[in-house]
């Protein structure tokens, strides 16, 4: 019941859809998203410098531009809701991830810096959610569900939508969990929030629940829609990111119902998320307790159910935190095993067919 | 009766471009901060939102919006503008977000206003200074953002990004982005008022988006094509894959006074606001 | 006399895609000092063969020589011949929104000379000449979606001229001119081909044909040269241009006598009509 109360960042069309302002973020957690991001952000630059030596510039600079565009379009859901779209993942099915990361993190950047759209010392965990994340994950699910199919298949339809819907709606879940951490990590004496002040429990869902059911459904719909639009219209620009390498990798009849079931698994996560955040609600108590040394009234008051798993915490580690890092860390390696599984894979076919 | 989506768009897209033309239009006025070197303002604003972004203290970023407020004050943006610019329009879910901070629900804690007793529905004097931390914070973070944007024309700023050792080569990619950005706005406005002036009458959402995927569509297409016209027009003139760029600037004594000033203001800050 | 020759294409043949057919066999002879105009009715292979002698397609069959060197992809992986050729043949293109790439004027001048490695100083100055040139003072701080049309011919023209290039190689330069600007642009061509230019023009104007061009090559709708001439020889050959669609045939009654004549319009003067 609070959560359909609570007025949230990504449910309102004001513009600004997942750009996180400065403000939210405690200043060292900030620079540490800074730490991920960039590296990632020179690696995705690198590869694309190489595949495209001098034509990345023009390029980019385009599809930035594209992305930047997109962004400010309403789209319309049902009985007068509309949203906007990211784009990211439809750029990462057209030029490919790489050319998608660093084309988002350049037009997020204008926004950032021109227009006041998104914090400024934020822009590390902008570009890490919206620029690397979301890009890599659509591709890698538009290319597992959308596996060999000719370009004009409908199936890539159906791929385009799960790419964006799942993209967007991890990174919403990743979002929450950034804005669930701060009161943990940041907080005054007097237990007093000094950042994003929402609890995990709260900011989780908080985030997640409204992406699911309208942010990403729009990120999906867009992506499906130009999808169809470029298949009908322009078929040539879906052949692009095609280089004879990844489409090898992700076709092999006998390997598609593993892709499309680990697909599954990736679109699945954010749900699993949500279910667990639930659970989190449940007991969180007794862990704010830990945390901010003494136990709210209300939810003292309201406290009906006890944790199923008794001291959780490790070394001072709060529980919540300690569940929370445990769910993100398991969906990242769970990213990561299918990816090698996928490599390896990939590489006994090539050397099958050689 | 509501807009219809497509005039919703339209002036947006017009909103952003008015934006633009009026904040190019302040960037030239002769101010006090309009006068400095670029990359002075713009190290000294990433100092000053570390030092709003650090502190521990609420007097010490409300001093800091108050200062951001003077030195707007003595750049000639309109304070009125500038003020509404970025607590209405800007973070306009960000006043909406604290909200619920203020209640025990979300922030357990002292009550200082009780609307409930059973079960216990309180604002509580820990909800009311996060909400106080959370806005102030954001608004003094954008209002420098928004201050920097407002006093240093574009396209200076853009090659003030140097200092920060931002490649060369995102320079380039940066600045085309910007210009090719208003291309891609007039193609979607053409495209919707073609469309607006031959329908009669309110589109269905399906048919709404439809009209709007396909305008996306186009646009992309429209972005591919004119990146390899680009890259020819380029190449044609020389490029082979070194972007070089130039700046025109040069620092005056004033520019080093001012960026010693504004940094000794952020280390005195972060030592007030250390909590 | 032997001229010096600039420009050979024997038997040129280039698609796109593999598909679509751009030039189908064409040859001709460029000699230094050359004025030389290209006409042909739209998408008849004008702007692809600019293209090949600019170096930024190559034939799929015959071969275009520049200089007396044959081009190809290869040969242009040669930084040193690369960088010769680039500094003295420039394209203006046809679209000046793929020309101008730049976020300012100034930058987009700025860009050839940056590209061949000049020095600030020299960068700078030839800046200052071609923007002195083209009388574009008040618009070196401008961005290029905030220009008029002429205005980014002019631009156009000055981040060629900046390169200071032996050959100019023009692609419908009147395309969206006003009938001032149009005479403007002749009177640019001809102070520049006095100081030893070669110009090749490519245009389906014939207005300013006679003006800018001692040559005429004409292309028809097969993608080949239908004819090639002195300038006046071309214009009076009122069945040939009627053949390669750059004028048409143009019914009306004088009294109850049906009357065809040829016919062509000028962009933004009134019809000539010529019986």
Redesign the interface.
């Known amino acids: 019941m609070l959560l359909s109360l609570l007025p949230l960042p990504t449910t309102m069309s004001v513009g600004a859809n997942m750009h996180i302002p400065d403000g939210y973020f405690g200043p060292l957690f900030s620079i540490a998203l800074w730490i991920i991001a960039l590296p990632w952000l020179g690696l995705a630059t690198r590869q694309l410098s190489r595949q495209l030596n001098q034509r990345m510039v023009?390029l980019v600079?385009l599809f930035a531009a594209f992305s930047f565009v997109i962004m400010m379009f309403n789209v319309p859901l049902i009985g007068g809701t509309t949203g906007h779209a990211i784009g990211a993942s439809i750029a990462a099915i057209v030029i490919g991830p790489a050319g998608a990361a660093v084309a988002v993190a350049i037009a997020l950047l204008i926004q950032a810096l021109f227009f006041g759209d998104g914090g400024i010392l934020a822009y590390g965990a902008n570009i890490l959610l919206m620029a690397l994340i979301m890009p890599y994950t659509a591709a890698f699910i538009y290319r597992a569900l959308g596996g060999n199919t000719l370009i004009s298949d409908r199936r890539r339809l159906v791929a385009s939508f799960a790419a964006g819907w799942a993209s967007l709606s991890l990174i919403a879940g990743l979002a929450g969990i950034m804005f669930g951490l701060q009161p943990i990590l940041f907080h005054a004496a007097d237990g007093t929030p000094l950042y994003a002040p929402f609890p995990l429990q709260v900011a989780v869902p908080a985030m997640l629940i409204p992406h699911m059911l309208v942010a990403s459904v729009i990120e999906g719909l867009v992506t499906a829609g130009i999808l169809a639009y470029l298949q009908r219209g322009n078929p040539?620009l879906l052949e692009v990111s095609l280089k004879p390498g990844v489409a090898s990798r992700l076709e092999s009849a006998r390997l598609r119902p593993l892709w499309i079931g680990l697909a599954a698994l990736v679109v699945l996560s954010p749900v699993g998320l949500l279910a667990a955040g639930t659970a989190w609600g449940e007991w969180a108590a007794e862990e704010i307790a830990d945390v901010v040394g003494y136990t709210p009234q209300g939810l003292a008051a309201t406290q009906t159910w006890s944790a199923p798993l008794p001291d959780y915490a490790v070394h001072g580690l709060n529980a919540n935190l300690g569940y929370i890092v445990s769910a993100g860390l398991g969906i990242g390696l769970t990213l990561v095993v299918i990816w090698v599984i996928a490599s390896l894979l990939a590489r006994r076919s090539a050397a099958q067919k050689s | 009766m509501a807009r219809s989506l497509v005039e919703r768009t339209l002036a947006s897209v017009t909103h952003t471009l008015e934006q633009t033309l009026f904040a190019e239009d302040i960037a030239r006025q002769p101010g006090v901060l309009q006068s400095l070197d670029p990359r002075v303002k713009l190290v000294s604003v990433l100092a000053l939102l570390l030092a709003v972004s650090f502190a521990r203290n609420l007097w010490v970023i409300a001093g800091l919006y108050l200062l951001v407020l003077s030195l707007a004050w003595v750049s000639r943006v309109p304070l009125g503008f500038f003020v509404r610019h970025v607590w209405v329009a800007l973070p306009f879910f960000t006043g909406l977000v604290a909200l619920p901070v203020l209640f025990n629900v979300v922030t357990p804690g002292a009550p200082v206003l009780t609307l409930w007793s059973n079960p216990l529905i309180a604002i509580t004097a820990q909800g009311l200074r996060a909400a106080a931390f959370l806005i102030l914070r954001v608004g003094t973070s954008v209002s420098l953002a928004i201050l920097l944007v407002l006093v240093t024309?574009?396209?200076t700023l853009?090659r003030a990004l140097s200092v920060l050792r931002v490649p060369s080569v995102f320079l380039l990619i940066l600045?085309?982005t910007?210009?090719?950005i208003?291309?891609l706005l007039?193609t979607a406005s053409d495209m919707f008022e073609a469309r607006q002036s031959r329908v009669v009458g309110r589109l269905q959402p399906a048919a709404q988006r439809h009209l709007v995927t396909n305008t996306m569509g186009v646009l992309m297409s429209k972005s591919y094509g004119?990146s390899q016209?680009?890259y020819?027009?380029?190449?044609?003139?020389?490029?082979?894959g070194r972007p070089?760029?130039?700046d025109r600037f040069t620092m005056q004594p004033r520019d080093w006074l001012w960026g010693a000033a504004a940094l000794s203001v952020a280390v005195v800050a972060l030592w007030l606001g250390r909590g | 006399m032997q001229v010096e020759p600039v420009f050979e294409v024997e038997d040129a043949h280039f698609s796109y895609?593999r598909r679509q057919t751009a030039l189908a066999g064409v040859s001709l002879q460029v000699g230094r000092g050359d004025k030389i105009a290209i006409l042909g009715s739209n998408g008849s292979g004008k702007s692809t063969l600019l293209?090949l002698l600019?170096g930024?397609y190559f034939p799929q069959r015959g071969v275009v020589r520049a200089f007396g060197q044959p081009l190809s992809e290869d040969r242009f992986n040669d930084?040193t011949f690369?960088?010769d050729f680039?500094?003295r043949v420039?394209?203006v293109?046809q679209?000046a929104?793929?020309?101008?790439?730049?976020?300012?004027v100034w930058?987009e001048i700025?860009?050839?000379p940056?590209?061949?490695?000049l020095s600030?100083a020299e960068?700078k100055a030839r800046v200052a000449e071609a923007v002195q040139t083209l009388r574009i003072e008040h618009l070196v701080?401008r961005?290029?979606?905030r220009l008029s049309g002429g205005e980014k011919r002019r631009v156009a023209l000055a981040?060629?001229l900046a390169?200071r290039p032996e050959v100019w190689l023009l692609d419908e330069p009147t395309t969206g001119l006003d009938p001032r600007s149009q005479s403007w642009l002749v009177d640019f061509i001809l102070e520049q081909a006095e100081q030893g230019g070669t110009f090749i023009t490519s245009t389906h104007d014939l207005d300013i044909v006679s003006e800018i061009a001692d040559r005429v090559y004409v292309f028809d709708e097969t993608h080949r040269l239908a004819a090639e001439g002195p300038t006046e020889q071309i214009l009076a050959d009122r069945e040939l241009l009627l053949r390669c669609n750059l004028i048409h045939a143009h019914r009306h009654h004088h009294g109850d006598v049906m009357h065809a004549h040829p016919h062509w319009h000028r962009p933004h003067a009134e019809h000539v009509h010529e019986a």
Do not use: C, I
């Not at chain 3, 940056?114 to 490695?117: E, F, G, K, P, V």
């Open positions: 023009p600079a040539e | 024309p574009w396209n853009l600045g085309m910007y210009r090719y208003y291309l007039k004119l016209d680009v020819l027009a380029m190449l044609s003139r020389g490029y082979r070089r760029t130039l | 895609d293209k600019d930024l930084e690369a960088f680039r500094r420039a394209l293109f679209d929104d793929v020309q101008l790439f730049s976020p300012t930058d700025a860009f050839a940056l590209q061949l490695d600030e960068v701080d961005a290029p979606h981040s060629v390169l």
